[in-house]
């Protein structure tokens, strides 16, 4: 509960997740029947990189505000949308602004205030649902859904010392519900053994179609520190394998740090 995002706004990891998200609602849409997107830990929505929780940490820096000085092909369609937008888009902002007229968000936040703020930016608007709630309990509250179709976001913020297992089983709820679904995870890379455990982990857990996209902006030594961060994709839609490493090349070459180790990955953890 003490996390708050505003912090972390459009810093390397925001610029990973948020690249890949438009992608995936990008080939959710390529489908004529609607989906639902289901985001469980969505923020308050939009952030002002200009204020002081962002101005404190100054991690946009590194991130997003180096894409928008300079952006390469593959990050195209991710800056177009930040720069159409204005403040920095948190992921529902993002999912909203790419859903179409049939399509549905459902958005979650636990922390009082932020929900508060979240409710505020979506005002009446119909196609969006905001709920105080944990994101991990959505889960079986709103999967499947109507549409049978779904594209879930869970992008906890890893405080609590169980969050790898918590994932974990909220990989096999939401599957379990929705198989079909696209299920995007978010998760830090600091050092390297939570990071081998929870692929070890997804390796065995009994659900098919799981690759990992991972930017490494150094050795993944030091656990008090952001290395970089990777997403889990169960079910990706056609062509990620084939699109990604464009996207993930350039989000190092615009983002990297110079420091040993930085790197790109894409690893498929489960066949199909």
Known sequence: MNYRHAFHAG???DCLKHAILVWLLRAMARKEKPFLALDTHAGIGTYDLTATPAQRTNEAAA???RLLDDTPAPLADYVTLV???GLYPGSPAIIRALLRPSDRLIACELHPEDHALLRRHFGRDGQTAIHLRDGYDALAAFLPPPERR?????DPPYEREDEADRLLAALHTAHRRAPSAVIAAWYPLKHRAPVRALHDALRGAGVPDIVAAELHLREPLDPTRLNGSGLILVNPPFRFETDLPAILAALLDRLGTGE???A???IRLADE
Do not use: D
Request: glycine content about 10%; aromatic content about 0%.
């Open 63 to 65: 991130g997003i505000l």
């Open 83 to 85: 720069r159409s937008l």
């Open 260 to 262: 040993p180790g930085q």
């Open 11 to 13: 810093n390397a990891a």
């Open 264 to 266: 790109t990955a894409l």
């Open 150 to 154: 779904a594209l879930v976001l869970i």
